[in-house]
């Protein structure tokens, strides 16, 4: 019954079942669901009023499914690039005091936005809601590094590094190591192949004056004899 009140919108429905005769919130149906989970995917008129009815009366495992549910939602409407969406879950998670850079599968939004190419989405998440450009996967990777292993996320992973001055001048150093790097392997090939060049001369003087010397004796004998 209480699912059929849900589905339907009734919400003073859904109230005396819930008060009156005890219905259980986090009862869940053959697919899994529970009556929150089912409110969460409709968007009938009231179904906002409804779903703040049953999270406030959710046991606390059942919030945090709720609560996870929405991440996972954000995560994926923004590697959609569906800007209306994301406002509309990070409102609601933030309404439930739950960071916008929680993972849900080792992943957030901002990473998921930025794998995708998303541009605006990535935006939209840093510029309006100082999304953590910190964060990190298991793997240490943050949503710079994920856009940067992809050649088609270019423009994402530049706009990113834009948003990060010091790790733009940690990889600006980087680069001036390396090719201060450069600079001296050249010099010291040069050097190396100057020595050799001297060492071929100096061996092939020696071997030259070998060769006099084994002429001059060869002589020496002749016109002794």
């Given at each position: 019954?209480l699912?059929?009140?849900?589905?339907?919108?009734?919400?003073?429905?859904?109230k005396?079942?819930?008060?009156?005769?005890?219905?259980?919130?986090?009862?869940?149906?053959?697919?899994?669901?529970?009556?929150?989970?089912?409110?969460?995917?409709?968007?009938?008129?009231?179904?906002?009023q409804?779903?703040?009815?049953?999270?406030?009366?959710?046991?606390e495992?059942?919030?945090?499914?709720h609560?996870?549910?929405?991440?996972n939602?954000?995560?994926?409407?923004?590697?959609?690039?569906?800007?209306?969406?994301?406002h509309?879950?990070?409102?609601?998670?933030?309404?439930?005091?739950?960071?916008?850079?929680?993972m849900?599968?080792?992943?957030?939004?901002?990473?998921?936005?930025?794998?995708?190419?998303?541009?605006?989405?990535?935006?939209?998440?840093?510029e309006?809601?100082?999304?953590?450009?910190?964060?990190?996967?298991?793997?240490?990777?943050?949503?710079?590094?994920?856009?940067?292993?992809?050649?088609?996320?270019?423009?994402v992973?530049?706009y990113?590094?834009?948003?990060?001055?010091k790790?733009?001048?940690?990889?600006?150093?980087?680069?001036?190591?390396?090719e201060?790097?450069?600079l001296?392997?050249?010099?010291?090939?040069?050097?190396?192949?100057?020595?050799?060049?001297?060492?071929?001369?100096?061996?092939?003087?020696k071997?030259?004056?070998?060769?006099?010397?084994?002429e001059?004796?060869?002589?020496?004998?002749?016109?002794v004899?």
């Amino acid at each position: 019954m209480l699912m059929l009140a849900t589905v339907n919108i009734k919400i003073d429905l859904v109230k005396m079942l819930v008060e009156e005769y005890g219905a259980k919130v986090d009862i869940q149906n053959s697919k899994g669901d529970s009556a929150l989970d089912m409110v969460r995917k409709d968007k009938k008129p009231g179904h906002k009023q409804l779903v703040d009815y049953l999270y406030a009366k959710a046991p606390e495992a059942e919030k945090e499914r709720h609560k996870a549910a929405l991440v996972n939602n954000l995560r994926g409407w923004a590697g959609y690039g569906k800007i209306d969406e994301v406002h509309e879950l990070v409102a609601s998670l933030k309404a439930l005091g739950t960071s916008i850079d929680t993972m849900y599968n080792d992943e957030n939004a901002l990473m998921r936005a930025a794998e995708n190419n998303e541009l605006e989405c990535v935006r939209v998440l840093v510029e309006t809601y100082n999304a953590n450009l910190e964060a990190k996967n298991k793997r240490g990777m943050r949503a710079l590094e994920i856009a940067s292993k992809w050649r088609r996320c270019k423009e994402v992973a530049a706009y990113l590094l834009t948003k990060m001055p010091k790790e733009r001048e940690r990889r600006e150093q980087e680069k001036k190591k390396q090719e201060a790097e450069r600079l001296r392997n050249i010099e010291q090939k040069k050097a190396w192949a100057e020595q050799k060049k001297i060492e071929d001369e100096e061996q092939k003087r020696k071997a030259q004056e070998e060769e006099k010397a084994r002429e001059a004796a060869a002589a020496g004998c002749c016109s002794v004899s």
